[in-house]
């Protein structure tokens, strides 16, 4: 029996307007609360920002966000790991000299910081993820250690990007999820490990598990659920990694799949 549900936000959850089929979820919603349920997005994105496009339900749900550095449910945190302010400082200027034209995001538990001097259509790309983003001239103006390092490449070089940055492999867990987006956070946290974390504190196994994903960052995820479902719009690496693959995020997939298994589950009781 399903008792966790766990899907990944861009390009999974979301189409790709960063939308989302409203009379599907309310379906989705009714469903897992009949069936005692846990619904939990897991992302890349800001904690703050799946809260605003989640709308007023969010507090039922547990929300894996900044790159699943932190557990958020019912207004609180209830997990989080931060990565050290000088070695965070020292991935940032590592990532200047490789490549000047990229735009770096630091988040704390504070918010999130981008360099004051960035160009404008990229501050507005960037609030599509995150909601609370302050400008300063300097990162060291930071004071606080660091929950996620986010780095938006519009020329989509991250691939190339990722390797230059391997001599901190051993203290950060650095992941390419796609063309565009480098995620940085505490060594050894992503999807897979915080999953295991939330499943550990609810109580909850592998076999009653469903999660969802498409990007390379979802790859360790698709491990923890005996019901992995890939994306069709997917990277071939997290296809491989999944039991079963749906169609893409233009096709409200992810819900549709959902409400077919619980109502199945439901008639099956």
């Known amino acids: 029996m399903i008792k966790l549900i766990v899907t990944d936000m861009d390009g999974t959850f979301l189409n790709d307007n960063k939308g989302y089929n409203q009379a599907l979820f309310d379906q989705v919603k009714k469903l897992t609360k009949e069936q005692g349920i846990i619904f939990a997005p897991c ?43 000088a070695t965070g400082l020292a991935i940032i200027e590592r990532l200047k000299s490789i490549n000047e034209h990229q735009a770096i995001i630091v988040s704390t538990i504070q918010g999130s910081f981008i360099k004051s001097n960035t160009l404008p259509h990229i501050k507005k790309r960037l609030q599509r993820s995150f909601s609370n983003l302050t400008y300063l001239p300097c990162y060291t103006d930071i004071t606080d250690d660091f929950i996620k390092i986010t780095v938006y490449d519009e020329r989509g070089h991250c691939f190339q990007t990722q390797p230059q940055l391997s001599e901190f492999n051993d203290k950060a867990y650095i992941v390419a999820s796609e063309p565009q987006w480098i995620d940085i956070a505490n060594y050894d946290v992503h999807k897979g490990t915080t999953v295991s974390i939330l499943q550990k504190k609810l109580g909850i196994t592998h076999a009653e598990t469903m999660v969802f994903g498409d990007g390379l960052n979802d790859v360790e995820l698709m491990s923890k659920g005996a019901f992995s479902f890939a994306m069709e719009n997917g990277f071939e690496e997290t296809k491989s990694a999944a039991n079963y693959i749906i169609g893409n995020n233009n096709e409200d997939s992810v819900l549709r799949t959902i409400i077919q ?4 589950q439901s008639n099956n009781k």
């Open 261 to 264: 298994i619980l109502t199945l």
């Open 43 to 85: 992302t890349g994105k800001q904690t703050q920002r799946v809260e605003e496009i989640l709308g007023e339900d969010n507090q039922d749900f547990y929300i894996m966000g900044d790159s699943a550095a932190r557990i958020k449910h019912q207004g609180k945190y209830i997990y989080q790991s931060l990565l050290n302010k």
